[in-house]
């Protein structure tokens, strides 16, 4: 196993996109429970770590992802709430498109909002840094409004909010789901 050493990691990152979700269901052994699935927020981005000849059959053993979602308040016309999360990934390979994601629950849409609508039509802006041993080797926004490092001066027009978290996939109903398309979450480092 091989690992990216941070400085001089090259990594493709495209830029963050969120879309609503709908709860999945399952079927299986014993009684059916009646349900209507609810709308969850997914954030995701596809990265690339180049890691040349050198790399082949190796992995970068693990990468830190920073979210930050700003979401509107809809209390305020004007303001929004900052989200942050930040999400270790181990294990992935290198010179292979994979997806990074975080997650907002129907509930937190619901305590946010006030509103039982999806998610997507709160969201003002979703961004994300992705650091290799502690060293930044990427960062992306969704809005060309807000500048990559928005969540460091983000001036009165925002909250920090702390009370409604963001989810790793491995938090959410969505865990086994599309396995292969994404980055394996360290489940002792990524809550």
Known sequence: MGSASGQNTKLNADKPTFEDLQSPTYTGPG???????KEWLEVEAKINIAGGAASKGKVCEKLTVKWYVAVKNPEKIGTHFILTKDVEHMNIPYDEDIWISVYLS??????????DRPGKNSVEAVSY??????VKVAEETSSARFKVGW?????????K????PLLN?????FRAMWWDRYAEVNESRGR
């Open 169 to 173: 996939k491995a938090e959410t109903p």
């Open 129 to 134: 840094e992705v650091l290799v041993n502690g």
């Open 106 to 115: 129907p509930v937190s849409i619901k305590r946010l909002t006030g509103s």
């Open 31 to 37: 009684k059916q429970k009646n349900f209507k699935p």
């Open 161 to 164: 909010n702390d009370s409604v």
């Open 151 to 159: 969540w460091n001066n983000p001036g009165d027009k925002a909250t």
